[in-house]
C-alpha cells in the first residue's frame, strides 16, 4: 500500500467510526417520545375544558368557551367530592408518612426477631391486586360491624400507601452514611439534636416522594374506595358516575388544574434541588 492510500483510508475508517447524528441522539429522542406520549393525554383534558358541547358527552370538538372555568363548581356534587377526597388525601398522606417513616426507620437500622416477615407483609400490599386488598377490607369492616363512611376509606388508604412510604423512605435511610451521625455524637450533640438535625434532614427528601407519592395514590384511587366507601362519594366516584349519564366539563378543569399544580410542585421541588447543590 503506497503512503497515498494510507493517508486516504485514516479519514475513512475515522468516517466510520463516528457514529451518525441520529444514533447519538437516539436516546434523546426515545426519551421525548416517551414524554409526549405521557403527556398527551392531559393535553387532550386540558383542550377539552374549554369545550362547549352541545349533548352531555364532552368526547367531540364544538366551540371554544371558558364558561367551564369560570364556574368549575357548576355540576351539582362535584365540588363537594373533590373536597372530600382532598381531605381523604391530606390524612392518608400524614398517617401514611408518619407510620411510613417510623417503619422504615426500624427496617432499616435494627435487628429483631421476624424482621424478614415484617418486611414482606409490608411490601405485599404494593405486589397484591388492589381488588384483592379492597375485598378483602371491606370484609372485615363488615365482620367488624364498622359503617362504611370517611374513616373506612380513610383506613384503607393508610393501608395501602404505607408501603410506598416505607420502601422510598428506607431506600434514603440505608443510603446514609453513620458516621454524620457518629460525628455529631461526637460533637455532644444530643439524640433529639442528632436526628432533628442531621438525620432527618437528609431522610427528608425520601420522606418528602414517600408523602407525594401517597398523596396521589389516594386522591387519584377508585378501587378501594369503592368497595369501602358505602354511600359515600369521592372524586374518581364521581368521575366514574359521571361517565354513565354524559361528563360535564367542569370534570376536566378540575384534572387540568390538578396535573397544573404536581407540575409545579415538581418545577419547583426540582429547582430549590438545583439550588441548593449551588450554594
Known amino acids: 500500500m503506497t503512503v497515498h492510500e494510507t493517508t486516504d483510508a485514516a479519514p475513512r ?3 466510520m467510526r463516528r457514529p451518525g447524528r441520529l444514533r447519538r441522539h437516539l436516546v434523546t429522542i426515545a426519551g421525548l417520545c416517551t414524554l409526549a406520549y405521557l ?22 370538538w364544538q366551540r371554544f368557551s371558558t364558561d367551564a372555568w369560570t364556574d368549575p363548581c357548576g355540576v351539582a356534587d362535584l365540588c363537594g ?52 386488598m379492597a375485598a378483602s377490607l371491606a370484609t372485615l369492616f363488615l365482620n367488624m360491624g364498622i359503617e362504611f363512611g370517611f374513616w373506612t376509606i380513610l383506613i384503607a388508604h393508610i393501608m395501602f400507601c404505607l408501603s410506598f412510604v416505607v420502601t422510598a423512605v428506607k431506600a434514603r435511610v440505608m443510603s446514609m452514611d453513620p458516621r454524620l451521625e457518629q460525628a455529631a455524637q461526637d460533637l455532644y450533640a444530643t439524640p ?30 377508585f378501587i378501594i374506595t369503592n368497595f369501602n366507601a358505602g354511600s359515600t362519594v369521592t372524586f374518581p366516584m364521581f368521575v366514574w358516575g359521571s361517565a354513565q349519564r354524559g361528563t360535564p366539563v367542569q370534570i376536566n378543569v378540575i384534572g387540568t388544574a390538578m396535573f397544573l399544580i404536581a407540575v409545579v410542585c415538581v418545577v419547583v421541588g426540582q429547582l430549590a434541588g438545583t439550588r441548593r447543590k449551588r450554594s
Open 192 to 221: 433529639v439534636q442528632t436526628f432533628l438535625r442531621v438525620t432527618l434532614p437528609i431522610a427528608a427528601p425520601g420522606i418528602a416522594a414517600g408523602a407525594l407519592l401517597s398523596f396521589a395514590l389516594s386522591f387519584d384511587d
Open 39 to 60: 403527556v398527551l393525554p392531559n393535553v387532550i383534558v386540558l383542550i377539552f375544558s374549554f369545550n362547549k358541547p352541545n349533548g352531555r358527552f364532552n368526547y367531540q
Open 13 to 15: 475508517a475515522r468516517t
Open 81 to 132: 367530592a373533590l373536597g372530600l377526597s382532598l381531605r381523604i388525601a391530606v390524612w392518608a398522606t400524614l398517617g401514611a408518612t408518619a407510620l411510613g417513616t417510623m417503619i422504615a426507620f426500624a427496617l432499616a437500622r435494627y435487628r429483631f426477631r421476624a424482621r424478614s416477615t415484617v418486611s414482606t407483609l409490608i411490601f405485599l400490599p404494593m405486589a397484591m391486586p388492589e381488588v384483592v
